[in-house]
Structures are given as structure tokens and as C-alpha cells.
């Protein structure tokens, strides 16, 4: 089998683009200054998680990163998932970009690994071998959201 480059940054370009679509939309047809701010702000949450992902995740390792999307996670223990629209979920002041980008990676990681379903408790049984075989491939897609980030997020700076 030949290895394609395309192979891992394919998929990345895809998610980040998928994730910025909606927001994007919202922030360009907003009337009110204080709109476009809040969706401008959701862009810039997304883009800084996906820039910082390579960091996190070489200092943390998968089982923390795991850990801190379900930290972002805002339900109360037991309430069921909702479905928000994008209006809804920019609205939220609660990290929500972050969480979007996070599971867009664990989306890409299940995709590009024979690894399916990747909770808390099937990271922590992976013996050491696959466990070290899934971060590697992990760091390598934390770098190419690394680099997507700032093509599909071009406009959207971190001063601003």
C-alpha cells in the first residue's frame, strides 16, 4: 500500500470546512453588530481549538483530550442531547466551538484508525501498543487540523 498525504488531510479539510459553513452564513447575514460579533466570536473559538489541538494533545495524550470534550459538555448529568441549531449553539456561552472542534477530530481519528466508537473506557483497555499506535496517528491529524485551520479560518485572527 502506497501512503497518500491526501489520505489524513483530506478528511481534516472537509470537517473544519463542514464546522465553519453554518456560523459563517450567520455572521455575514447578521444585522446587529452585537450578531455578528457572537458568530465572529464562535469562528474564532473554532479555529483556536484546532490550531491548539497538536499542543494539547503532545502534552495531555488522547485520554485527557477525550476527557475534555465531555468537560465541555454543558447538560446536566442525565438530560438527554439536543439538537441545536447554530444560532443556538454561537448564542451559548459555553465553549461550544471547542466542543464542535473536538468531536470533529474523534470523528477524523475513528475514520482514519480501525478504532471505532473511542470513549473514555475503550482508551483506557487499548493495550500500550494500539493505545501509543492511535496517538501517533492522533498528533499527526492535531497537525494537519493545525495547518487547515488557518487556510479555512484565513479571515478570522485571534486580536481581533
Known amino acids: 500500500m502506497?501512503?497518500?498525504?491526501?489520505t489524513i488531510g483530506e478528511p481534516v479539510y472537509k470537517a473544519l470546512t463542514r464546522l465553519r459553513e453554518p456560523y459563517e452564513q450567520l455572521w455575514h447575514n447578521a444585522e446587529k453588530d452585537e450578531q455578528k460579533k457572537t458568530y465572529y466570536n464562535h469562528l474564532k473559538e473554532q479555529k483556536s481549538q484546532a490550531v491548539e489541538l497538536y499542543t494539547y494533545l503532545s502534552t495531555w495524550g488522547l485520554l485527557r483530550l477525550r476527557a475534555e470534550e465531555i468537560a465541555l459538555d454543558k447538560r446536566k448529568l442525565g438530560e438527554p442531547k439536543k439538537q441545536l441549531s447554530p444560532e443556538e449553539k454561537a448564542n451559548k456561552k459555553n465553549q461550544q466551538g471547542k466542543r464542535e472542534v473536538l468531536q470533529e477530530y474523534f470523528g477524523c481519528l475513528e475514520t482514519l484508525s480501525d478504532e471505532k466508537n473511542i470513549t473514555l473506557d475503550n482508551l483506557k483497555n487499548l493495550d500500550s501498543d494500539k493505545y501509543l499506535g492511535l496517538?501517533?496517528?492522533?498528533?499527526?491529524?492535531?497537525?494537519?487540523?493545525?495547518?487547515?485551520?488557518?487556510?479555512?479560518?484565513?479571515?478570522?485572527?485571534?486580536d481581533d
Open 135 to 158: 496517538m501517533g496517528l492522533g498528533l499527526s491529524i492535531a497537525q494537519e487540523f493545525s495547518f487547515w485551520a488557518n487556510v479555512v479560518y484565513h479571515d478570522i485572527s485571534g
Open 2 to 6: 502506497v501512503f497518500d498525504p491526501r
